[in-house]
């Protein structure tokens, strides 16, 4: 069976980097892993995504691990605008797997 | 582009009425998904399409759910009868598949409110 598991909730201080972290046991070898953000009272929005090497984008950075197992989306230095739910998703071609998403809080 | 529209915005219903969610996607994308958000139960995804065919329904609740794509630019997520447990915002997504890759779009939802 297809999972995806997420910490619950984090927290960091402003300034500070974050490493939020997402484990797809499961996940086969032609799957991308896709992270998405949803702020307060918004929808989902898009942060970045890869296959098995490591991604960077003016949001975050994407490390993935070797066997594919479990990434991680590195926020190098966290603001107050960066608290949100943060999403670990990935596609087979049938199925959309979701993260149960971890809250991230940013302490000033 | 007016990124991924839904409407409405805002639906307020009484129990047993039927209920139609609307989505325009973004033009040009090929793939589309509803989802459902509750406090209790999170971001749930109901149904994927992708070239307007349903690929992933695992996701609907149940029969009085049902959701439709005549065509690229259009779909429709259909409760009846509605219950109060189906009170959530609806988002609708949109996306271009290449390779097993999506981007998807997110629209800004439908609060749902069944009395």
């Known amino acids: 069976d297809a999972k995806t598991t997420q910490p619950n909730s984090m927290e960091s201080n402003e300034e500070e980097p974050v490493h939020l972290p997402c484990n797809h046991s499961?996940?086969?070898?032609?799957?991308?892993i896709h992270w998405y953000r949803q702020l307060p009272s918004q929808g989902p929005e898009y942060v970045i995504h890869?296959?098995?090497s490591n991604v960077n984008n003016r949001m975050a950075s994407l490390a993935i691990a070797e066997d594919r197992k479990s990434s991680t989306l590195i926020l190098h230095r966290a603001t107050l605008r960066d608290a949100a739910v943060y999403y670990c998703i990935w596609y087979s071609y049938d199925k959309v797997i979701f993260g149960p998403g971890t809250s991230l809080s940013v302490i000033p | 582009d007016a990124g991924v529209i839904q409407s409405p915005r805002h639906e307020v219903t009484e129990m047993g009425q039927e209920v139609t969610l609307r989505c325009k996607p973004i033009s040009g994308h090929n793939s589309l998904f509803w989802y459902r958000q509750t406090m209790m139960r999170g971001l749930e995804l109901l149904i994927y399409?992708?070239?307007?065919?349903?690929?992933?329904d695992s996701g609907m609740p149940e029969d009085r759910f049902s959701a439709k794509m005549p065509n690229a630019s259009f779909s429709t997520l259909k409760i009846q009868p509605s219950e109060p447990r189906d009170s959530a915002v609806y988002f609708c997504?949109?996306?271009?598949?290449?390779?097993?890759?999506?981007?998807?779009?997110f629209g800004p939802g439908t609060r749902l409110t069944v009395l």
């Open positions: 997504a949109s996306s271009f598949r290449l390779a097993g890759s999506h981007e998807q779009f």
């Open positions: 499961t996940i086969s070898g032609t799957d991308y």
């Open positions: 890869g296959l098995t």
């Open positions: 399409f992708n070239n307007n065919v349903p690929i992933d």
